[in-house]
Nanobody
Framework: QVQLVESGGGLVQAGGSLRLSCEASGRIFSSYVMGWFRQAPGKEREFVAR????????YYADSVKGRFTISRDNAKNTVFLQMNSLKPEDTADYYC???????????????WGQGTQVTVSS
């Protein structure tokens, strides 16, 4: 079992930045590919970014490429999502997830956090 707890969400103006964190407890953190997803009101959950077990490989959705950066600190069992140049359309609940497959679908991730809300005002 892996427990995931997100933090760092909040209200920010367009063009601003936020840094989300997700701390894991339970089984060995470095065993898992970590991903970030988001779900806006009335929309389906969508993939945002993922990072490999040792932080070498990363992959982003086109909508956030160049603005968001995913990273991880295996010594602290934590994955981060640095979000810059935020837009109103980035408004959503953001979820971190842990899985064993380096995929972009929700089905590729076994463990999920409860989410943290991000609101970007125009």
């Amino acid at each position: 079992q892996v427990q995931l707890v997100e933090s760092g969400g909040g209200l920010v103006q367009a063009g601003g930045s936020l840094r989300l964190s997700c701390e894991a407890s339970g089984r060995i953190f470095s065993s898992y590919v970590m991903g970030w997803f988001r779900q806006a009101p009335g929309k389906e959950r969508e993939f945002v970014a993922r990072i490999g077990r040792y932080g070498i490989s990363t992959y982003y959705a086109d909508s956030v490429k160049g603005r968001f950066t995913i990273s991880r600190d295996n010594a602290k069992n934590t994955v981060f999502l640095q979000m810059n140049s935020l837009k109103p359309e980035d408004t959503a609940d953001y979820y971190c997830a842990a899985g064993v497959v380096a995929g972009s679908g929700s089905e590729d991730y076994r463990y999920w956090g409860q989410g943290t809300q991000v609101t970007v005002s125009s």
